[in-house]
């Protein structure tokens, strides 16, 4: 089980082997599904600060077709790409 704080958007990668958790409007984790439970291999930290927009409401998360981009779109006027390569 994974525990989240807050209402996460969750999506798969193409492959169904990874998953990517996006909480509070600004992290995404991103776990690996076959060991989801040693947690995540990845942390992206304060993307809302990074793209300007502090306090961003995030509204989905999906990975690109390739798998190598995480796409979040928002409550506003932002969408951010993340190279999760």
Known sequence: MVAIGTTPCVAFDPHGLIFAIATDGSTIRLYDSTNFDKGPFEVFRN???????????????????????ILITTDQDVVLVVDGA
């Open 47 to 69: 993307l809302d600060v990074a793209a300007g927009r502090p306090n961003l409401q995030w509204t989905s998360v999906t990975f690109s077709p390739n798998g190598a981009y």
